[in-house]
């Protein structure tokens, strides 16, 4: 019910691999556990050690991303860069009035890919001003040693900043549709279910439609950083009594806005269902729909698929009998067992892994298309957070499960990388971001109007909406 990489070599057939990370340099504090080559613990500070690049080392992409994924529930990204930067510096001697340019000239291009990942995998970190002054400093300092550097650091910077633009433009987009959304349904509720223009009239084609369906989804999934699924479910971190990490506000305002829009799609799905005034049009629009769930399920569309199914057994619209005799359902019943939840979703896994490999052997856009559904990958990552501690009781960090969480959110990465195939209608998608949808108490009570209420409760619900809503007795 309602409810960006550059470099891919980080990804395996299997989606993110980071169980390849063995032990490429010693470390001198011996804080790095090892078991079978792969790293399981470490203290927090041999973690940051293990990060930090020098002339002869460079950490595996893998852990580059595990631990900068993971380590926002130990340290503010602010706080890990600043000492990132320290101990390069100090570790370099950068301060030195005379630097060793033979050895610079082998860190340099080392720290500079390390900021370059970064800001390239998690941009919203670059918001705070306080990450741009490490970047900055830190390069400023070994600049002297190589003019090429100064170019290097303009256009890292001029790239983030395009990214971060065009992420932030897109956010404000949706921001402004939503806002115009919500006025939309407050004065919708006050007049006859009858105001509108229905789907079919913008699209009668399935097809076309569940392609549209897919171009809003990637655009939503686009501005999702992979550190809104960690701080999601940010906790006081035990050894740091004084405060959790982001003891401001959570920074999962694209994550929410994706969830709200699953919710969206149901209701309008169920307010399209409703609003006909005769059985046959309800039942044409029912089976449209069902329509669009198989191709978003052709496609690899899931979370509108489920979003589609979702909207269609709502009470309001599962209740309407009279119109589901109308309804050839053996297509429904198909999808339905498809996202079945019996067995932890056991059918929808089996066909979101299929997808996945179609995805991995894929010439085309349209094969790598995977959107999952979305509320149970949340769900996934939740049990995963709260199953497992995030220290060991001897203090050190869990590795072992942030690699599980690395592999969970990387895969997603892939996926929301992908370019949208599809010929975009922005006639339809603006139908599907403004067009006015019903609330519950409007589903119930454009259900009543179609199909009389069944039993004594009904009957009184039905008298009480009309009156709270049409101001009818």
Known sequence: MPQTLSNT????????????????????????????????????????????????????????????????????????????????????????????????????????????????????????????????????????????YWKKMNLLLQTLNQKLATLNHGKEGIVKINAAVSDKVVAFK????????????????????AQQLTHVELERLGH?????????????????STKP??????????????????????YLVATEICMPAKKKQRAQVIEFF????????NIGNFNSLMAIISGMNMSPVSRLKKTWSKVKTAKFFILEHQMDPTGNFYNYRTALRGAAHR??????????????????????????????ANRLPNGHVNFEKFLELAKQVGEFITWKQVECPFERDDNIIHYLHTAPIFTEDGLYLA???????????EKERWKTLRSTILGKT
């Not at 670059?126 to 002297?144: G, N, T, V, W, Y």
């Not at 006050?190 to 439609?209: A, H, N």
């Not at 069902?290 to 191709?295: C, F, K, L, T």
């Not at 259900?447 to 409760?457: I, V, W």
């Open 190 to 209: 006050s007049k006859p279910p009858s105001i509108q223009r229905e789907m079919l009239s913008v699209c009668s084609d399935p097809y076309t439609l």
């Open 359 to 388: 995805s991995l052997t894929a010439h085309s856009n349209r094969e790598k298309i995977v959107i999952p559904f979305f509320s149970l990958l949340i769900k996934d990552i939740y049990f995963l957070n709260e199953g497992c």
């Open 245 to 266: 990490c982001f003891s401001e506000q959570k920074k999962t305002s694209n994550l929410e806005a994706y969830v709200k829009w699953f919710n969206r799609l149901c």
């Open 9 to 148: 070599s980080m990804f395996t057939p299997c989606g993110f691999s980071p169980h390849n990370l063995h032990p490429s340099k010693e470390d001198d504090e011996g804080g790095l556990i090892f078991q079978d080559g792969n790293l399981t613990s470490a203290s927090l500070d041999a973690l940051i050690q293990h990060l930090i690049p020098t002339a002869e080392y460079y950490p595996e992409k893998a852990y580059i991303f595990t631990f900068l994924l993971s380590s926002r529930l130990f340290i503010e990204p602010h706080e890990l860069l600043s000492r990132v930067c320290h101990k390069c510096i100090e570790q370099q001697q950068l301060d030195d009035p005379v630097l060793d340019k033979t050895r610079i000239r082998k860190f340099g291009p080392k720290i500079l890919q390390l900021l370059t990942e970064w800001t390239e995998t998690f941009p919203y970190d670059f918001q705070e001003e306080r990450m741009i002054s490490c970047l900055k400093d830190i390069i400023h300092r070994i600049a002297p040693c190589d003019e090429a």
């Open 290 to 297: 069902i329509d669009v769930a198989r191709e978003c399920f």
């Open 447 to 457: 259900s009543y109007e179609s199909e009389s209420p069944e039993n004594q409760t």
């Open 224 to 240: 999702i950083g992979p550190e809104e699924f960690v701080q999601a479910f940010v906790h006081k971190d035990p050894l740091e």
